[in-house]
């Protein structure tokens, strides 16, 4: 299966590091950063899964929940916490989907057999309340993913679908924003009461609106 921007995700019942989840039951009204792992006991990954539980905070600001998965059964993933908890200096506080059967990576599309058929890749996905998926980023084995980069997705996608507006490049929460194309200047000015800078017709800027 390939999941595409805007697709409903599917729903999945499996065990995880904290027992049985029903997807949708347990996403509940939050957004998820669902992140996908090769597999137990690899370098890259416990740096990953530790960065993670020492963001969950951030994470629960923007009412977004976390949970990873790899192919290993729960008590391998059992194992792996607690060396993840001692060399990453955290605790792992969220769970981590046991895919053993490869069911969920088959239905969101984790597996790339021209990568490696056996494992797999290190996907990120991003999910609104509405189980729609916003966001899909693929990663090779040999890079650690930024999560500061999934925050500021976060963060500029729920800035986007409350006010009209875009984030341009490299912008950070607090930076000016740009306005939609679909609103002419003169309106986009009542509309935006802290001021809207003409660069040119089609690119105008605008304070964030909701600071």
């Given at each position: 299966?390939?999941?595409?921007?805007?697709?409903?995700?599917?729903?999945?019942?499996?065990?995880?590091?904290?027992?049985?989840?029903?997807?949708?039951?347990?996403?509940?009204?939050?957004?998820?950063?669902?992140?996908?792992?090769?597999?137990?006991?690899?370098?890259?990954?416990?740096?990953?899964?530790?960065?993670?539980?020492?963001?969950?905070?951030?994470?629960?600001?923007?009412?977004?929940?976390?949970?990873?998965?790899?192919?290993?059964?729960?008590?391998?993933?059992?194992?792996?916490?607690?060396?993840?908890?001692?060399?990453?200096?955290?605790?792992?506080n969220y769970p981590i989907i046991a895919d053993a059967d490869k069911k969920v990576s088959d239905l969101y599309g984790m597996i790339h057999p021209n990568a490696n058929?056996?494992?797999?890749?290190?996907?990120?996905?991003?999910?609104?309340?509405?189980?729609?998926?916003?966001?899909?980023?693929?990663?090779?084995?040999?890079?650690?993913?930024?999560?500061?980069?999934?925050?500021?997705?976060?963060?500029?996608?729920?800035?986007?679908?409350?006010?009209?507006?875009?984030?341009?490049?490299?912008?950070?929460?607090?930076?000016?924003?740009?306005?939609?194309?679909?609103?002419?200047?003169?309106?986009?000015?009542?509309?935006?009461?802290?001021?809207?800078?003409?660069?040119?017709?089609?690119?105008?800027?605008?304070?964030?609106?909701?600071?």
């Open positions: 299966m390939t999941l595409q921007l805007g697709d409903t995700v599917p729903d999945f019942t499996q065990q995880t590091s904290e027992g049985e989840i029903k997807f949708y039951d347990w996403a509940g009204d939050s957004w998820v950063v669902l992140f996908s792992h090769p597999a137990d006991y690899t370098p890259v990954c416990t740096t990953e899964l530790g960065e993670v539980a020492k963001l969950k905070s951030e994470f629960e600001k923007r009412n977004a929940k976390v949970i990873a998965l790899s192919v290993d059964n729960a008590d391998s993933h059992k194992g792996w916490i607690s060396d993840i908890n001692e060399t990453q200096s955290t605790n792992v058929a056996k494992v797999t890749v290190r996907t990120v996905f991003v999910i609104d309340p509405e189980r729609k998926l916003r966001l899909t980023i693929t990663y090779p084995p040999s890079t650690g993913r930024n999560f500061q980069e999934i925050l500021r997705v976060i963060d500029s996608l729920q800035l986007t679908d409350n006010y009209s507006v875009a984030t341009p490049v490299n912008w950070q929460e607090g930076d000016d924003v740009v306005v939609s194309p679909a609103i002419p200047t003169e309106e986009a000015k009542k509309k935006f009461a802290k001021g809207v800078t003409e660069i040119k017709p089609y690119l105008r800027m605008t304070p964030q609106p909701n600071k």
